[in-house]
């Protein structure tokens, strides 16, 4: 079954947040590339994962595990809770503050079954389900990842995890 191109539903979504690491992280300077300095590799990337419903966590709150989750792994991979920041001449660096990285938590009145099996690229759902948070579009100074979680509440049908990565 291929995933539909005219599908109605309605994403409701909280107000993004900070997850900071879930212990205290040094304060350093990592020193990017000078390839990474090319403003035509500074952008965004989206990335989609959809995962079944597991009738083994029920009861339990999805987005708390995977909120938990992000903060743990930020202590050991702490510099995505920093920021780029830009150095004279140019030069970019990994600030890491700790700050965190931002998370959008949201539900839609849709279900995995209807996307489609397999869930493949090209998404056609893709400008409805992400949500393109204001002043996040470049890397300067804007948080490293952004998580959106999607959950199915009304159906148990699974949960859509979107990352955007620099």
Known sequence: MSTPTSLAFTVRRCEPELVAPAKATPHEFKPLSDIDRQLYLQFQSPHYNFYAH???????????????????????????????????ENKLVVDCTGEGVLFIEADADVTLEQFGDPIQPPFPCADELLYNVPGSEGIINTPLLIFQVLVDYYEQGGIGFFCFLP
């Open 54 to 88: 597991n009738p083994s966590m029920r009861g339990t709150d999805p987005v708390m595990v995977i909120r938990k989750a992000i903060a743990q792994a930020l202590v050991y991979y702490y510099p995505y809770a920093g920021r780029i920041r830009q150095e004279p």
